[in-house]
């Protein structure tokens, strides 16, 4: 039976036959080579490693495979499944440095094969490989990622430690050539100096001194080699906004400002931004492990939000980014879902009180009413300020007590957090004020702090929340009511706390007829709650009685949704990948350091005994 593909008759081939027919498509291309690349380079690290796998039958299928060197040596064997495993990644998310890394790799993979092995099938299969990166080579195109010189460092310790761990394989990995019973320590010792390119305690029978020796030397150079590359290729140095991008960014906000909460918190300046080309809106966004994370809605005019998601996913194409946005509006996500095809997920609430219904009488307010009373009746008196109108002493007091009773090492924000306290240009912002008198605290006075940030005219969101240890429990409350009663003075009709993940969930779940799934559900949160506060930080927004505003995280696929979760947490600050702590500050003594978000209250015990 034969078959026919004709133009005009194509409906009648089986859709099986015409993808095999057609090959792959285009946009798979860069995800097939980077996954072959990866299964070449684990034979040939196994190939390299264990002198049975290069005898068996799977090697004499793994020899014919692109890019395997395994005849030649094992240290080359070792060297090109290294290199294939560091280029597979690259290659998937269409980068063009491994696509240009891969064709050269590839000829001499294929030239090893001819010569050494004179395998003319090897050689076509690996010539076949490169033809397909040629042809599709618009497919790699993708821009390099931010990074700094710091990376090398990184690399020298992660290839570093990984060479140690795979030298320790190799040196163990012929046990009937070893001469005597070296320890582990000795084996150890023979790893770093192989590594160096020296002879180690470690003896052999046979030719198996050379084949552990070249392959200790061919880890030890790789690591080297990559490292010096890292170290001195070019800087491509994270987006961060630029004093004419803050200064347009503040017009659209005078402008639009009162539309979303966290309009506002675009003003950090560890973030990029995207201008439409209008001029008319922007969306600003921070890169994290290869996640475009934009925050909140677009800042400016509403008709003008589609030039600048446009240009954002232009953006993110550009460099292969997954695109996402973390704590946009419904408005926002309905936007967001329409122009770009991306779906939207309901993440959470955000509490918003309207100053005018706010109260302290009546029964839903007792605990909160009879908590600043007690801590009122202890001493404790306010003062809720714009920041234009404190000294500068005063100020100054502020940002070194913030910085000193912030809870963690490592500082929290993105989405909802400044990273500043008293910038020229932040007049507007709000500071309330716990005092005591404290003849031994270095801060006089000074107890607890409450930073807001504008919400346009007419409102204000709460973006930080720090206190000294040794005040009185409930500092949070006293200073959220202080603000709240002092709201009408400074023109505030609307007042934005805190952030609830999931709140949704966990006041359904604890109601009667809640089904045993959202039970669940609910559950799985009160355990996690017992490091990110989920619980905690919804009953603690709760005592004031706000109304909740949904906020949503808008996403390509699904199966991006771990990976944009690990970026949101890395950029909220909930997961490290840093450097040593004396490293860290001396790189922070060159750049600003940002303010902790205002997610958890990580400072304030009281929250979590509310």
């Not at 993808?19 to 798979?28: C, D, N």
């Not at 004179?118 to 195109?141: C, E, I, K, M, T």
């Not at 600003?592 to 205002?598: E, F, G, L, S, V």
């Amino acid at each position: 039976m034969s078959v026919t593909v004709d133009g005009d008759k194509s409906g009648s081939v089986p859709v099986r036959v015409r993808r095999i027919l057609r090959g792959p498509r285009p946009e798979k291309v860069p995800s097939l080579v980077g996954t072959a690349c990866t299964l070449i380079g684990l034979i040939d690290i196994a190939a390299g490693v264990f002198p049975r796998f290069r005898a068996s039958r799977m090697h004499a299928v793994a020899e014919i495979l692109p890019g395997t060197l395994g005849p030649l040596s094992a240290a080359l064997s070792l060297s090109a499944g290294v290199l294939l495993l560091l280029l597979a990644h690259g290659l998937k998310r269409h980068k063009r440095r491994a696509w240009r890394a891969a064709v050269v790799l590839l000829p001499l993979g294929a030239a090893a094969q001819f010569v050494w092995r004179h395998s003319v099938l090897g050689a076509l299969l690996s010539l076949a490989l490169l033809a397909l990166l040629l042809r599709h080579r618009d497919q790699f195109a993708a821009l390099p990622d931010p990074r700094s010189r710091w990376k090398a460092l990184a690399n020298f310790v992660l290839m570093g430690a990984g060479s140690i761990l795979l030298g320790l394989i190799i040196v163990s990995a012929h046990p009937r050539r070893v001469i005597g019973s070296p320890s582990l320590t000795d084996r150890l010792e023979h790893v770093l100096y192989g590594l160096l390119g020296f002879e180690g305690p470690v003896g052999y029978t046979g030719n198996v001194d050379w084949t552990v020796g070249y392959s200790l030397g061919a880890l030890g150079m790789l690591t080297a080699l990559t490292t010096i590359y890292l170290a001195f290729r070019p800087e491509h140095p994270a987006a961060r906004l630029t004093e004419d991008d803050e200064t347009r960014l503040r017009a659209l906000l005078d402008k639009h400002g009162a539309r979303d909460s966290l309009g506002h918190f675009a003003l950090r300046r560890d973030k990029g931004v995207v201008f439409s080309p209008s001029g008319k809106a922007a969306v600003c966004y921070r890169v994290v492990s290869g996640v475009m994370l934009a925050s909140g809605d677009p800042i400016g005019d509403v008709e003008a939000w589609p030039g600048a998601i446009d240009r954002f996913m232009d953006e993110a194409k550009a460099h292969s980014w997954t695109p996402a946005v973390m704590g946009c509006s419904e408005t926002g996500g309905e936007v967001w879902t329409r122009e770009t095809g991306l779906d939207a997920l309901e993440l959470g609430d955000e509490a918003v009180v309207d100053v005018a219904d706010f109260s302290l009488s009546g029964r839903a307010m007792r605990n909160v009413r009879q908590m600043v009373k007690r801590i009122e009746r202890n001493g404790y008196t306010t003062k809720v300020r714009r920041v234009r109108d404190l000294s500068d002493g005063e100020l100054a007091r502020v940002r070194r007590a913030a910085a000193d009773w912030r809870g963690t090492d490592t500082e929290r924000g993105f989405s909802m957090a400044l990273g500043r306290i008293g910038d020229p240009g932040d007049g507007d912002a709000v500071i309330a004020t716990a005092h005591k008198e404290d003849p031994d605290s270095p801060y006089g006075d000074l107890k607890a702090i409450i930073h807001f940030v504008p919400w346009g005219a007419d409102g204000m969101s709460l973006e930080l929340m720090r206190r000294d240890r040794s005040a009185d429990p409930g500092m949070n409350e006293l200073l959220i009511v202080a603000a709240l009663q002092n709201s009408p003075r400074l023109g505030i009709d609307r007042v934005s706390l805190n952030f609830a993940m999931f709140r949704s969930a966990l006041a359904r779940g604890e109601k009667i007829g809640a089904g045993p799934v959202l039970r669940v559900w609910r559950g799985l949160l009160v355990f996690l709650s017992r490091w990110f506060q989920i619980e905690s930080l919804y009953k603690f927004n709760a005592k004031f009685q706000p109304r909740w505003e949904p906020r949503f995280v808008v996403y390509r696929k699904s199966r991006d949704l771990p990976r944009i979760g690990f970026a949101a947490m890395q950029a909220e600050g909930f997961v490290t990948l840093e450097l040593p702590r004396p490293l860290a500050r001396r790189r922070s003594a060159a750049q600003p350091r940002p303010c902790a978000h205002i997610v958890t209250p990580r400072t304030d015990h009281e929250a979590r005994a509310a």
